[in-house]
C-alpha cells in the first residue's frame, strides 16, 4: 500500500527536529571541574596571575573530563584546514570549554616551606566548575597584535597613545569579529562602524588572504576602517584582552551600548561599542554551544607610558 506524507506532517517532522538540542548529531555537553595553583611573581599582577590559574583550572578539568592530550594520538585529525583540539593558553586539550558555571579564588602561603626569618611564597588558587565538549574541527586560524601595520612589528606591548592593528588570516573563508576587554567593559572593534547589513554582526574573511585590521593604508575590505589608538592614565603597565572570535557561519552580534563621544589631548575621540563581561560571557557561551567549529581565542596586551 502506497503512503504519502502531507505537507504538515513534514513541516511537524522538520520542527521537531530543530527543537532537539544541536539536532540528532550534537555532541553531548559534560559538567567538569578542575583547580590550579600558581605562585604570585614578584614581576606579576595578582589579576594576571589569577588569569593563568583559571587557564589552567579550566585545562584540568577538560582532562578530568575527557583525559589527556597526547601529540601522537590518532583521534586527533587535520582536515582541509582543520584541527580537532583547542588550545587553551599555549596547551592543547581534547575538550572545548562551554561556559563556566561556578569560580573561585584563594590566597595561601606555602607553609610547608616555612622558615624562621624567610618571606613565604603565596600562591593564587583557583577552583572552577563549568560545561566541556569534546573538541570539534576548527580552522587553523593566525592572528597578531601590532604596533605597525606590518607583520614584523612589536606585538605585545603597545604606549599609550600608540596605534593598534591586528594581523590577520584563515585557511577558510568564514565571519570575523573583534573586542577588547579593559576590565570594566567588553568594546567591539570589529566589524567597522562603516559595515552594514549581513556584516554589521561579524565581517566576512575569505581564505589565505591576509588581512591587517584598523589600517587605512593596508586596507583589503571594502569598507572604511575605523583607525584604534592605546591609552592609559595609569603610570605601571595595564593588561587588557583582545578576543578574536571566527566562525565558518555567521553568528549574531550581542546587544551593544552606543558610541560615546570623548574629548582627549584636545581631540574628540569615539569610544567603540560596549557591554559588560558578564553579558559578553554568555554571548560567548551561547556561541560555543550552538556553533561546533565557533572560535574565541584572546590575546593579551600591555599598555606601558613612555618615559
Not at 571594502?222 to 587588557?240: G, M
Request: charged share 25%.
Amino acid at each position: 500500500m502506497t503512503q504519502f506524507i502531507t505537507r504538515n506532517k513534514v513541516n511537524k517532522l522538520i520542527l521537531l527536529l530543530l527543537m532537539l538540542p544541536g539536532g540528532l548529531s550534537a555532541q553531548k555537553i559534560l559538567s567538569a571541574s578542575g583547580t590550579a595553583q600558581v605562585k604570585i611573581e614578584t614581576n606579576v599582577t595578582k589579576d594576571q596571575t589569577k588569569d593563568i590559574a583559571r587557564e589552567m583550572a579550566m585545562i584540568n578539568a577538560i582532562e578530568n573530563a575527557l583525559g589527556t592530550y597526547v601529540e601522537q594520538a590518532t583521534d586527533i585529525r587535520i582536515d582541509e584546514g582543520k584541527v580537532q583540539y583547542n588550545i587553551i593558553g599555549t596547551t592543547k586539550v581534547k575538550g572545548d570549554w562551554i561556559r563556566t558555571t561556578d569560580e573561585k579564588f584563594t590566597e595561601e602561603a606555602d607553609k610547608t616551606h616555612d622558615r624562621k626569618g624567610q618571606e613565604l611564597d603565596n600562591y593564587i588558587i583557583c577552583t572552577i566548575k563549568g560545561e566541556v565538549r569534546e573538541a570539534t574541527p576548527k580552522p587553523m586560524i593566525r592572528f597578531e597584535t601590532l604596533s605597525c601595520p606590518k607583520a614584523d612589528c612589536r606585538q605585545s606591548e603597545f604606549y599609550s597613545g600608540e596605534s593598534v592593528f591586528l594581523l590577520f588570516k584563515s585557511p577558510i573563508d568564514g565571519y570575523l569579529s573583534v573586542f577588547l576587554d579593559d576590565g570594566e567593559k567588553v568594546y567591539r572593534l570589529f566589524p567597522y562602524t562603516s559595515m552594514s547589513g549581513e556584516q554589521y554582526s561579524a565581517g566576512l574573511i575569505n581564505g589565505d588572504k591576509e588581512y591587517i585590521l584598523f589600517s587605512k593604508k593596508n586596507n583589503e575590505l571594502s569598507f572604511t576602517p575605523d583607525e584604534l589608538e592605546f591609552y592609559s592614565v595609569k603610570q605601571s603597565a595595564e593588561y587588557n584582552s583582545i578576543f578574536v572570535i571566527f566562525s565558518s557561519k555567521p553568528f549574531e552580534k550581542p546587544i551593544l551600548d552606543d558610541q560615546v563621544q570623548k574629548p582627549m589631548e584636545g581631540k574628540e575621540y569615539t569610544i567603540p561599542k560596549s557591554l559588560t563581561y558578564k553579558e559578553f560571557s554568555k554571548w560567548l557561551a551561547q556561541n560555543r554551544a550552538v556553533l561546533p567549529g565557533f572560535i574565541d581565542a584572546r590575546v593579551k596586551v600591555a599598555i606601558l607610558q613612555k618615559n
